[in-house]
């Protein structure tokens, strides 16, 4: 700094002129610098090497007094360096900022005049920066009821991120959203229910989850997230199908006949509450409650010849749902508990021209046992007297002799029936022999009715074939001394109550068949 006096003088009288007096002052350095209070500077982390942070202002009363700079860094640390010349500070290890490691750097900075040096604390802030990958926490997992209602919260996913204050956002599920079962919100990460028909755990028991998450740079890592799916009671239990059993009839009470199974698709549900809702007729069975197990109830139910099976619908419960009725069929089998009723010939007649070995019918035998095997034979005993004509092959009846209608038009057999059972049956049949039509009238010449009992009256063979005949008999003078239709009284030789005389007698037959044939001749009264 320079001063300029003006000085002047006098004598008592007279002033001098005045004269300009500059006086020099030499700087001297006796100020110390000072560095600015408070001063901060902040910087992106991961800032390259050289990078520049901030200058330091300080200041020194001596004027214009060059400062050598230091500074000195936190014990440990190196991060910074400054220009010794000009206060500059620069990064001297990029790899110390790191804003999730460190936020804030307080460094001491030094500046001397040469004579004079003063300190001072200079913050540096490290900005965080968008360099690290958010992630979503690993083994993640939710326990949910199945059938949950559409938009109900499921749960938050977490996840981090170590860049501080970072915004998550476009959450994703990109894999294992079976029938679009969750949706996700891209904000918040909170995860809900979708589609509530897909949450069945009948059909699928648990959904693995791959979702990603990003923070508006990176994009983290597909990461699994488990959702396990609660079992309700919610499906009705299914009795398993094409139950048949078989028994015998008559089966006393409480004797087992079957048991019934079913299936619930809600895991451990207890079946309970079986029932037969249709089809008991008489109560014939009933069926355990808690077991499934059918038992023989009404034993004289149990009766082949009035039902042969039995359609059962049954029911069971798991204590919610109840199951769709189920038909159970229960076969009864014939027991052989009958004896047979009837045995009957299909027919019973023959003529006499029937050869040896001609099929006369078949038998049939009604047993109360609708299904049996039946044996038949010829047996000994009363009505069995002419067994001997005939034979039985299975169950047909057929010649076994020559018949003849003059001597046997009626032939008495005894037949025996057998069931599989052991139970017989004896029955009488009456086989009837008609006359061969085509042999002609053997018509007497003669008879001798003198009451001896032989060839008593004039008996004529076959006449019984025609049932609609007359005969007419006259003597020799022309009157009629007998008349007779249909054959029913043979001539005794009588008229009027007296025995005729010997002689011959004229007779007139006629058949009255549709053949028109009459047949006329004489017989002659022997005694």
Do not use: C
Request: charged share 20%.
């Amino acid at each position: 700094a320079a001063y300029t006096l003006t000085v002047s003088v006098q004598d008592g009288v007279n002033t001098s002129s005045a004269v300009d007096l500059v006086i020099d002052i030499n700087n001297l350095n006796d100020n110390a610098p000072v560095i600015a209070a408070n001063q901060s500077f902040s910087i992106i982390e991961n800032s390259e090497n050289n990078s520049l942070v901030g200058t330091v202002q300080a200041s020194d009363a001596d004027g214009t007094t060059q400062f050598t700079w230091h500074l000195i860094n936190e014990e440990n640390e190196n991060a910074f360096s400054i220009d010794s010349n000009n206060g500059i500070i620069k990064v001297s290890n990029t790899s110390l900022l790191d804003a999730e490691r460190k936020t804030e750097f307080t460094v001491e900075v030094i500046a001397s005049d040469g004579l004079h040096q003063f300190s001072s604390d200079v913050v540096i802030s490290v900005i965080n920066a968008n360099d690290n990958t958010p992630v979503i926490v690993e083994n993640q997992s939710f326990v949910i009821e199945e059938n949950l209602e559409n938009g109900t919260d499921i749960g938050q996913i977490v996840a981090t991120d170590e860049d501080a204050n970072m915004v998550l956002e476009n959450w994703m599920i990109l894999n294992g959203n079976t029938e679009q079962a969750f949706v996700i919100d891209s904000n918040t990460g909170v995860l809900s229910v979708n589609n509530h028909a897909a949450l069945d755990f009948e059909t699928r028991e648990s959904f693995t989850l791959e979702l990603r998450v990003t923070d508006g740079k990176f994009e983290s890592e597909k990461t699994i997230v488990n959702i396990q799916l609660i079992d309700l009671n919610d499906t009705a239990p299914v009795i398993a199908e094409n139950f048949s059993f078989n028994i015998a009839e008559n089966l006393p009470n409480k004797t087992e006949v079957g048991q019934l199974s079913a299936a619930d698709l809600d895991g451990s549900t207890v079946l309970r509450d079986w029932k037969i809702i249709s089809g008991n007729v008489q109560t014939a069975f009933s069926i355990d409650a808690n077991t499934g197990l059918i038992e023989v109830s009404n034993s004289n139910a149990l009766d082949y010849e009035q039902i042969t099976e039995f359609k059962l619908e049954v029911t069971v419960s798991d204590g919610i749902n109840t199951s769709e009725a189920r038909e159970v069929k229960i076969m009864l089998e014939n027991v052989n508990d009958n004896k047979p009723t009837q045995l009957s010939l299909s027919n019973t007649a023959l003529n006499e021209k029937d050869e040896v070995g001609t099929e006369v019918g078949y038998f049939t035998t009604n047993d109360e046992d609708l299904i049996d095997d039946f044996t038949y034979q010829l047996v000994s005993g009363q009505g069995g007297d002419d067994n001997e004509y005939f034979q039985i092959i299975e169950d047909e009846l057929f010649t076994a002799k020559a018949l003849n209608f003059d001597y046997n038009s009626t032939l008495k057999i005894r037949v025996r029936t057998e069931d599989s059972g052991g139970n017989t049956l004896e029955t009488n049949f009456i086989i009837t022999v008609s006359a061969d039509m085509e042999i002609e009238l053997s018509i007497p010449t003669a008879f001798t009715p003198n009451g001896d009992g032989s060839n008593d009256t004039w008996e004529i063979d076959r006449m019984g074939n025609y049932p609609n005949s007359t005969i007419r008999i006259y003597n020799s003078d022309g009157i009629e001394v007998f008349s007779n239709v249909g054959y029913t009284q043979q001539w005794d030789g009588y008229y009027n109550g007296k025995l005729m005389s010997i002689g011959n007698y004229y007779y007139i037959i006629q058949l009255n068949d549709g053949s028109g044939k009459v047949h006329k001749g004489s017989v002659m009264i022997i005694k």
